[in-house]
């Protein structure tokens, strides 16, 4: 199935992840989005061989949304950059578990991933081994039983809005691994990574995309 295709220039291609789809293969050989990605490319530009495609950052196999790839060395190199120095705005949106006290709020934790778990340590004050973890949340719509959060990300470690909202006592609802009280069918959580911004890689123009949260989620809040 053809990649639905956000933004693309000489550089680099944005496209939405479906949840449950992997961004990158792994032991599993289940299909992934930079073998779709790849294809997508090699038939649009009738590429002989081999297609470069660079992962530039990732998303977790139950989360939906906006997801960035490189397409030439050149948009690696300067879009990692832009990665590693925080430039890149990432926006999230997410259905949580409950009410949160405040319409607004900072998260700070230090995480660590569990390399044999899957899944991140967390802890309140700085442990030797763990990192700073920093989000800022806005709450956006009120159900009865669920809130809908707008979610800044400060920094970018594994698995990091679901462990620290799970640490608060509201975890995204779907997400068991992180404490929430009942699954998804399809093994999805409600988390989307629904806005992102970037320079391309050589006119240093700002790229701004933005994609609604799934509809589903209104008749979850009260579900």
Same mark, same amino acid.
């Given at each position: 199935?053809?990649?639905?295709?956000?933004?693309?220039?000489?550089?680099?291609?944005?496209?939405?992840?479906?949840?449950?789809?992997?961004?990158?293969g792994d032991k599993s050989k289940d299909p992934c989005l930079m073998d779709e990605v790849k294809k997508y490319l090699k /038939?649009?530009?009738?590429?002989?061989? %081999?297609?470069?495609? =660079?992962?530039? +950052?990732?998303?977790?196999?139950?989360? !939906?949304? &906006?997801?960035?790839?490189?397409?030439?060395?050149?948009?690696?190199?300067?879009?990692?950059?832009?990665?590693?120095?925080?430039?890149?705005?990432?926006?999230?949106?997410?259905?949580?578990?409950?009410?949160?006290?405040?319409?607004?709020?900072?998260?700070?934790?230090?995480?660590?991933?569990?390399?044999?778990?899957?899944?991140?340590?967390?802890?309140?004050?700085?442990?030797?081994?763990?990192?700073?973890?920093?989000?800022?949340?806005?709450?956006?719509?009120?159900?009865? /039983?669920?809130?809908?959060?707008?979610? %800044?990300?400060?920094? =970018?470690?594994? +698995?990091?809005?679901?462990?620290?909202? !799970?640490? &608060?006592?509201?975890?995204?609802?779907?997400?068991?691994?992180?404490?929430?009280?009942?699954?998804?069918?399809?093994?999805?959580?409600?988390?989307?990574?629904?806005?992102?911004?970037?320079?391309?890689?050589?006119?240093?123009?700002?790229?701004?995309?933005?994609?609604?949260?799934?509809?589903?989620?209104?008749?979850?809040?009260?579900?």
């Amino acid at each position: 199935m053809a990649p639905d295709v956000l933004y693309e220039d000489n550089h680099v291609i944005a496209v939405y992840k479906s949840a449950g789809v992997l961004t990158q293969g792994d032991k599993s050989k289940d299909p992934c989005l930079m073998d779709e990605v790849k294809k997508y490319l090699k /038939e649009k530009y009738k590429k002989p061989g %081999n297609v470069f495609l =660079g992962l530039l +950052h990732r998303l977790d196999q139950p989360v !939906s949304g &906006i997801i960035l790839f490189a397409k030439t060395s050149k948009g690696a190199a300067r879009l990692s950059e832009q990665f590693r120095n925080h430039e890149v705005v990432k926006t999230y949106h997410a259905l949580v578990e409950g009410k949160l006290s405040g319409k607004k709020g900072t998260l700070v934790h230090y995480l660590k991933k569990d390399e044999e778990q899957k899944r991140s340590l967390i802890s309140e004050t700085l442990v030797e081994g763990y990192q700073n973890a920093e989000l800022e949340y806005e709450v956006v719509e009120e159900g009865k /039983e669920n809130s809908i959060l707008k979610i %800044n990300l400060k920094t =970018g470690r594994y +698995h990091q809005i679901r462990s620290q909202f !799970s640490a &608060i006592g509201h975890p995204i609802v779907g997400d068991v691994k992180y404490g929430a009280k009942k699954s998804f069918q399809d093994g999805h959580i409600a988390l989307c990574a629904t806005e992102l911004k970037f320079k391309t890689a050589t006119t240093n123009e700002e790229v701004s995309l933005k994609i609604d949260y799934p509809d589903e989620w209104n008749q979850q809040k009260s579900a």
